[in-house]
Every structure is written in structure tokens, then in C-alpha cells.
T-cell receptor, first 114, second 114 residues
Framework: EAQVTQNPRYLITVTGKKLTVTCSQN?????MSWYRQDPGLGLRQIYY???????DKGDVPEGYKVSRKEKRNFPLILESPSPNQTSLYFC?????????????FGPGTRLTVT | AQSVAQPEDQVNVAEGNPLTVKCTYS??????LFWYVQYPNRGLQFLLK??????LVKGSYGFEAEFNKSQTSFHLKKPSALVSDSALYFC????????????FGTGTRLLVSP
């Protein structure tokens, strides 16, 4: 089954404790992206990747890191999480970089930072 | 600024009645427009998109959307609502940046009552 998977689905952590949210897609997609979803704000892009070893900042990159060492994986790293990073996070992938391609989303990771 | 607006936080409709979820956009150049749906505890799913051509676009689950250039709108419609259509709906525009960049609206919750 073609899908985007994320782990963990739920995470409660404390301020400053480094964490990684994994994302993997099995569709051989070039483009991958991370979003955060907050009430009343919709989805905002954190980072994106156009291919292996090619990543760039989205609209809200502060406090986050990413890497793309393999085509299928695109982990999101929070080096020192803070309470304002409490949010619902989605990973997405797309077959191509062009504007016309739709994105496929993972199930989401709900992160709470206390 | 290039943006998408969903003026209604919530839309209520009775099962069997037609539904409309509104979206307006503000972009430079030709808009590439998308609708996504988010069911509880799930990631976003692609419904339909407008790239060019016929102003009436048909998508998944019986949904359709009408592109209106003069009113800069892309409203989502369905002739007969189902209780199972209850979900959070996002309109998005893909910007003309040379790579894929989606800007989402804030979402509209659709509640279909039996």
C-alpha cells in the first residue's frame, strides 16, 4: 500500500530534551515536506526537500532541523524543544517538485512539550 | 501577500442537502488550487485540484469545485451531503515559485447532521 508513515504518533516530552520524529514514504517520491498544524492557523510549512541532500526552510523553520540522506526518509529533529512547539505535525510527499502535483500526507504526530 | 481564505470556520448541513465550502484566493499569475480533507485522527487526503481547463473540477467521494477567476474563488461543493462527509476541509494554493509551495487556508469544519 502506498503510504507515508510517521513515528511516533503521540509524544509528550519536556523542554530541552532532543527528539526526532521519523517520516518514511514508499512511493519513491522526490519531494517531501514537514508541516505543523495549529488551531486557526491551518498548516504551515517547516522544511521541505526536493531530493536527497537537498533541503530548504519553509515558513516556520526556527527550532527545527531536517535531513534527507535517503530518498524515502525525511526525519524532523527538535534539538531543544520548547512549549511553543506543541503542535500537530504532518509529513507529506509528492511525486514531483512542480506546482501541479498533489501531496500525500502521513497520519500526523501530536507533540506536547511541557 | 499570496494567500487563501476560508471565511467560514464551520458549515452545518443536513444529510441529503447540497453543501458548499467556500474558498477565495489571492495570488499572482495563474492559480493552482487544491482541496484536501482531514478526517479525525488522520492526515490530509487530496480531494481535487484545478490547474487549467474546465472551471468545474470533479474529485473524490462525489465532491466537485468551481473555479471562478473573476471572483477569485474555488468553492467546494457536493449535491447531496452524507454524515460521513463530516470532517475538516482545507483549501490550498500552489505558488509559482519554481518548486512546490503550498499555502493553506485555515480550514472549515463541515458537520453533516442525520
Amino acid at each position: 500500500e502506498a503510504q507515508v508513515t510517521q513515528n511516533p504518533r503521540y509524544l509528550i516530552t519536556v523542554t530541552g530534551k532532543k527528539l526526532t520524529v521519523t517520516c518514511s514514504q514508499n512511493m519513491n517520491h522526490e519531494y517531501m515536506s514537514w508541516y505543523r498544524q495549529d488551531p486557526g492557523l491551518g498548516l504551515r510549512q517547516i522544511y521541505y526537500s526536493m531530493n536527497v541532500e537537498v533541503t530548504d526552510k519553509g515558513d516556520v523553520p526556527e527550532g527545527y532541523k531536517v535531513s534527507r540522506k535517503e530518498k524515502r526518509n525525511f526525519p524532523l529533529i527538535l534539538e531543544s524543544p520548547s512549549p511553543n512547539q506543541t503542535s500537530l505535525y504532518f509529513c507529506a510527499s509528492s511525486r514531483g517538485q512542480g506546482r501541479s502535483y498533489e501531496q500525500y500526507f502521513g497520519p500526523g504526530t501530536r507533540l506536547t512539550v511541557t | 501577500a499570496q494567500s487563501v481564505a476560508q471565511p467560514e470556520d464551520q458549515v452545518n448541513v443536513a444529510e441529503g442537502n447540497p453543501l458548499t465550502v467556500k474558498c477565495t484566493y489571492s495570488v499572482s499569475g495563474n492559480p493552482y488550487l487544491f482541496w484536501y480533507v482531514q478526517y479525525p485522527n488522520r492526515g490530509l487526503q487530496f480531494l481535487l485540484k484545478y490547474i487549467t481547463g474546465d472551471n468545474l473540477v470533479k474529485g473524490s467521494y462525489g465532491f466537485e469545485a468551481e473555479f471562478n477567476k473573476s471572483q477569485t474563488s474555488f468553492h467546494l461543493k457536493k449535491p447531496s451531503a452524507l454524515v460521513s462527509d463530516s470532517a475538516l476541509y482545507f483549501c490550498a494554493v500552489s505558488l509559482n515559485t519554481g518548486f512546490q509551495k503550498l499555502v493553506f487556508g485555515t480550514g472549515t469544519r463541515l458537520l453533516v447532521s442525520p
